[in-house]
């Protein structure tokens, strides 16, 4: 004879399978058919693997032509992810979209260990990454879009770059910093920015077209197009007034 306990549903536990995958999915036969993808064809190595995944995986995200998928991806909320053509998720890369989306550009590349990740649960209207073409994020990259981050064309990070659109309040030292809700204004790097291994680019800022951020830099205010900035916080070093090139250099893709 079953006990109560075994006979009666806890609604506890309802409610937090239930909250789990809201939190990992639109809707529950989302969540069947984007883990049942990713268990057919997510494990499977070599260009076998990514050759089944740019077929299968159309099947739960948006791609324009064919879009290079390694194994080890993680997908969450697959629906509002969208590739563009020729781009390519490496190996370890997680993209967590939630209803604004993950767009990336044609030709633009996520490496090794990257996450890019919009966890919108406060309903903030402007949560969303949005990459463009032929840029490159940098290996083991954090990319937190609740405030909406855009990402320009041509834009490479070198590894471990944050990007952090979103920041703690914590002026009310009567109440505790998890109840004084956050800040989320968005972060914009415009094209053909380079940012430095280990920089990090806080809540609000704009880096402007053309400039360069030192390795290691803590990015805190907006930065002029054509300028190397770099220190903590950190400062304009010197601007790019250079004469420009009479020939175009061949894209280098690493």
């Known amino acids: 004879m079953s006990s109560k306990n075994e006979s009666t549903p806890n609604p506890r536990h309802q409610s937090n399978l239930g909250l789990y995958i809201s939190r990992q999915s ?3 036969g989302r969540y069947i058919l984007e883990q049942t993808a990713m268990a057919i064809a997510g494990w499977i190595p070599s ?23 390694e194994s080890g991806v993680r997908l969450r909320y697959a629906d509002h992810i969208h590739l563009g053509d020729r ?39 402007h949560a969303f990454i949005h990459i463009g073409r032929d ?10 879009g609740q405030g909406g981050i855009t990402i320009g064309d041509r834009v490479y990070t070198a590894p471990l770059v944050q990007l952090l659109a979103v920041n703690h309040i914590y002026d009310d030292p009567t109440r505790p910093m998890v109840e004084q809700g956050i800040t989320a204004d968005g972060i914009v790097v415009e094209d053909d920015v380079w940012i ?14 053309g400039s360069v951020v030192a390795a290691g830099a803590v990015v805190t205010a907006d930065v002029p197009p054509h300028s190397v900035v770099g220190g903590i916080p950190a400062k304009v070093l010197k ?15 690493y």
């Open 87 to 125: 781009s390519y998720l490496d190996q370890g890369t997680y993209l967590h979209a939630c209803p604004a989306g993950i767009t990336i550009g044609q030709n633009s590349y996520i490496m090794h260990g990257a996450i890019l990740h919009v966890y919108n649960f406060r309903d903030l209207p």
């Open 239 to 253: 601007k790019i007034e250079g004469s420009p090139s009479t020939e175009r250099a061949k894209p280098v893709y």
């Open 135 to 144: 840029s490159l994020i940098g290996e083991l990259n954090v990319l937190r």
């Open 47 to 69: 260009v076998i693997g990514v050759g089944l995944r740019s077929v299968l995986y159309r099947a739960i995200l948006h791609m324009d032509g064919v879009a290079a998928i």
């Open 196 to 209: 430095g291994a280990g920089a990090i680019v806080t809540d609000g800022v704009t880096i402007g077209r």
């Open 26 to 28: 639109s809707s529950l």
